[in-house]
């Protein structure tokens, strides 16, 4: 039902700022809430920042992130996107863009999307 690509990743150094990229495929995208999830090496795949299928809806953020990252959609042209400010050490990891079944609230649970992109590596120098 929907294919994604995540694109945007890259090296930074600590303080700077990235914009990872989501392009999905399939007439279903609207249908879908949307979510960035990061796993770093040796850790748990963790839940970012999600946005619900109407659009404009921001579910709350990865605590860590709060204030420093920002989500959005573009249904028009089945784009998400996550704004990256402000970057520190500990954002190092895979970042995934996934979809989830629509619904009122963004999920954090990995296990409630249902489709994945094949992650962007972006690592913060110190």
């Known amino acids: 039902q929907v294919q994604l690509v995540e694109s945007g990743g890259g090296l930074v150094q600590a303080g700077g700022s990235l914009r990872l990229s989501c392009a999905a495929s399939?007439?279903?995208?609207?249908?879908?809430?949307m979510g960035w999830f990061r796993q770093a090496p040796g850790k748990e795949r963790e839940f970012v920042a999600g946005?619900?299928?109407?659009?404009?809806?921001?579910?709350d953020y990865l605590d860590s992130v709060k204030g420093r990252f920002t989500i959005s959609r573009d249904n028009a042209k089945n784009t998400v996107n996550l704004q990256m400010n402000t970057l520190e050490p500990e954002d190092t990891a895979v970042y995934y863009c996934a979809a989830s079944r629509g619904g009122l609230l963004v999920v954090r649970n990995p296990a409630n999307y249902d489709f994945w992109g094949q992650g962007t590596q972006v690592t913060v120098s110190s």
């Open positions: 399939g007439r279903t995208f609207r249908s879908f809430n």
């Open positions: 946005i619900i299928w109407g659009g404009g809806g921001v579910s």
